[in-house]
């Protein structure tokens, strides 16, 4: 059974800082282009970053410079390090795992940036 869970959401000041989590199991992770995405209320979901297994990342242009994805393939889990977070980083995050075709999603973690 495939499961990412996603940890790491929370309220944060505008400027401020988190780091999301997600672990996965099931899969063999170190096969998997692992990504972020994210969906604002009334928006479709759109890619924040993605990291291929041979570590290549990509960002959206709206996050680069700001975020940092990585993945630790022993421990099966893959990081979005989150700086300088604006209130239009609101949002729900949820992990995803790609490999031949095939897609896995997390149930997702709330980013709320608010004063």
């Known amino acids: 059974q495939v499961q990412l869970v996603e940890s790491g959401g929370g309220l944060v000041q505008p400027g401020g800082s988190l780091r999301l989590s997600c672990a996965a199991s099931?899969?063999?992770?170190?096969?998997?282009?692992m990504g972020w995405y994210r969906q604002a209320p009334g928006k479709q979901r759109e890619l924040v970053a993605d990291?291929?297994?041979?570590?290549?990342?990509n960002y959206a242009d709206s996050v680069k410079g700001r975020f940092i994805i990585s993945r630790d393939n022993a421990k099966n889990t893959v990081y979005l390090q989150m700086n300088s977070l604006k209130p239009g980083d609101t949002a729900v995050y949820y992990c995803?795992?790609?490999?031949?075709?095939?897609?896995?999603w997390g149930q997702g973690t709330q980013v709320t940036v608010s004063s």
């Open positions: 990291i291929t297994s041979g570590g290549n990342t």
């Open positions: 995803n795992a790609f490999w031949r075709s095939v897609s896995y």
């Open positions: 099931g899969i063999i992770f170190n096969m998997h282009t």
